[in-house]
């Protein structure tokens, strides 16, 4: 692995508080998540170049096809009330041996509405460190429609 693939990682309270907050709203927001099969609850907080911030966690059906990751309920509430650019995604979960990025849909869907690259902050509910990487690193060869 080449130095610039590495995982860079982070103290909690040496982030700027813009990205706290972002972090600290996906925490909040992870006790909603409605996981009654894979007890996995995550949260993730979306934050547009204005600085808003819209939080989503994951739902789950018995069906399990129909679910919708963290991501993309924190998205689609973003899109909904009409904002069609992200400035940085923070994502909760609870794995005790590693951090919890977003799935392949979710890397596609997040850049979807990325103009640029955007920083992804993986943290764990007890925010010591936080893993900080970006979205076109994890999605390198993301679908571009070109016509």
């Known amino acids: 692995m080449a130095d610039s693939e590495k995982i860079t990682t982070a103290e909690f309270k040496s982030l700027d508080k813009d ?3 972002l972090i600290n709203a996906a925490i909040k927001v992870r006790n909603q998540s409605y996981c ?3 007890k996995f609850a995550v949260g ?3 934050q547009t170049p204005c600085g808003r911030i819209f939080t989503g966690c994951n739902i789950e059906t018995s069906t399990y096809t129909p679910c919708i990751c963290a991501e993309r309920t924190a998205a689609a509430k973003a899109i909904s009330e009409g ?3 992200f400035s940085a995604v923070a994502v909760v979960a609870l794995q005790e ?3 919890t990025t977003p799935c392949g849909v979710c890397r596609e869907f997040l850049s979807e509405f990325a103009k640029k690259d955007i920083p992804i902050y993986i943290a764990k509910p007890a925010t010591i ?4 990487t ?3 690193k994890l999605l390198p060869h993301r679908f571009i429609w070109s016509s």
Not at 129 to 132: E, F, G, H, Y
């Open 129 to 132: 460190n936080v893993m900080i």
């Open 134 to 136: 970006s979205l076109f």
């Open 97 to 99: 041996t590693s951090y």
């Open 44 to 46: 993730a907080a979306i």
């Open 19 to 21: 990205v706290q907050e």
């Open 36 to 38: 009654p099969y894979s």
């Open 83 to 85: 904002f069609r650019e």
